[in-house]
């Protein structure tokens, strides 16, 4: 473990900007150069699941889009059906939800599968000639591709009940940024939990918990004022609020946080990208 603290401590606090965009580089480098491979990893991981089962891939998109129904169900129809829309909340409170849930379940998939790329893949970490770096691309693409159907549920949603703003031509941007985000943490956990196993247990409760820290289900300005700093110092609040100017208001909304959360990705991939360079020789031994 204490190869971890000194790998990260050299890799300095992230803040470099020339490193920040070559580790970006060389990432995009790596997707480009081993496509192929990508593609293959990709498929086999979601197919593998339910290669046996009746409707196959099918459960791999409907998982999903149940959760998402759920969640739609009790906090959009049930309590949404007491909230007015107002000049400060314009739109419908199911829209609201979709907006900015979707893209969490999406980062939590990623984030959640960051901790096991390596070590379920223990036996190709040890080939010598395997390129590793793809495997927490790979987790992160296999986790991403499922909701992308519940993506284009809320599209579809705002299509039919109030119609998509201008600003939606930036869906694609803010998909990089966000696809950028969670290679970065993706990077960081894979590294790190070959030699702290309980890692991945502290991100599955995390991601858990922190849903209702940020303006998911809820605004801001619903939540105790003693406890409202919260949702700001939240990093990924920052990145629902983006999906929500995009998806649900239709406009910059939340200017400040377009910037928060392209820095928080270059930051997460620039130091993540790092660690896992540096730690990369210690990966056989802890595996």
Do not use: C
């Not at 959009?76 to 909230?83: A, E, H, Y």
């Not at 036996?123 to 991403?144: H, W, Y």
Request: overall charge positive.
């Amino acid at each position: 473990m204490n190869r971890v603290f000194l790998a990260a401590r050299s890799t300095g606090v992230g803040l470099s900007p020339a490193r920040n965009m070559r580790a970006l580089w060389n990432t995009f480098q790596q997707i480009y150069r081993y496509r192929e491979l990508l593609r293959e990893i990709v498929h086999r991981d979601l197919s593998a699941t339910h290669a046996r089962h009746g409707f196959g891939g099918i459960w791999v998109y409907l998982h999903p889009l149940v959760i998402v129904g759920t969640y739609l169900l009790v906090f959009g129809f049930v309590l949404g059906s007491k909230i007015a829309v107002t000049g400060e909340f314009p739109g419908d409170y199911p829209g609201y939800i979709l907006a900015g849930l979707v893209p969490w379940l999406m980062m939590q998939a990623a984030i959640v599968r960051g901790p096991s790329a390596l070590i379920s893949s223990a036996n190709l970490v040890k080939q010598v000639v395997f390129p590793i770096e793809v495997l927490p691309i790979a987790s992160v693409i296999a986790a991403t591709i499922p909701h992308l159907p519940s993506l284009g549920l809320v599209m579809v949603y705002k299509l039919f009940v109030g119609g998509l703003g201008w600003i939606v031509i930036l869906l694609p941007i803010v998909f990089v940024i966000h696809f950028i985000l969670a290679i970065g943490l993706s990077f960081a956990l894979a590294a790190i939990t070959p030699f702290f196993r309980d890692l991945r247990d502290i991100v599955i409760v995390f991601t858990s918990v922190v849903m209702y820290l940020m303006p998911t289900v809820y605004l801001p300005d619903w939540m105790p004022r003693i406890l409202r700093p919260i949702i700001y110092l939240n990093p990924f609040s920052y990145v629902v609020w983006v999906y929500q100017d995009v998806l649900f208001f239709g406009m910059f909304r939340h200017p400040y946080a377009w910037l928060v959360t392209l820095v928080f990705a270059l930051l997460a991939l620039g130091l993540g990208y790092r660690i896992f360079e540096k730690l990369k020789p210690y990966y056989g031994n802890a595996l």
